[in-house]
């Protein structure tokens, strides 16, 4: 009997390490580095663009305008859907052309994710990658 319950200890333990974590990582951000294949360059925003979980509520600062949405960790991958933005107008167009970069790739993609030091990192197929520091969001 002790030979199956540890046998099963060892599956369930298995089992968790192959899905990853099954909640989103709670903790406000603040990007440091977007590296994505489709976008050269980028434009300093008027405002730090930001990222707030807490729950399955994602939050932030996009650069010019907020915004807020779902976010769920599925197979290990942290999505994030059904985000609303308000609607704010920036005077320079380059600004705005970036945030909106930034929340259309954060909702495109399935991120694989880690924390270093507090910090989140956020990665996809593509090789576009978001490097968030912890606690400044």
């Not at 590296?35 to 600062?61: C, Y």
């Amino acid at each position: 009997m002790r030979h199956r319950l540890l046998i099963l200890l060892a599956v369930t333990a298995l089992a968790l390490v192959a899905t990853g974590c099954s909640s989103p990582p709670d903790g406000s951000w603040t990007l440091v580095s977007f590296a994505n294949p489709e976008v050269e360059g980028s434009v300093p925003l008027p405002r730090p663009v930001t990222l707030a979980i807490e729950g399955d509520v994602a939050s932030g600062s996009s650069g010019c305008n907020t915004y807020s949405g779902k976010v769920e960790v599925a197979g290990g991958l942290l999505r994030f859907s059904s985000v609303a933005v308000t609607a704010m107008y920036c005077d320079n167009q380059a600004v705005m052309a970036t945030e909106a970069r930034y929340l259309e790739v954060l909702v495109a993609h399935d991120w694989r994710f880690t924390t270093d030091g507090g910090d989140l990192r956020l990665e996809a197929d593509d090789d576009t990658r978001l490097v968030l520091e912890f606690g400044t969001g």
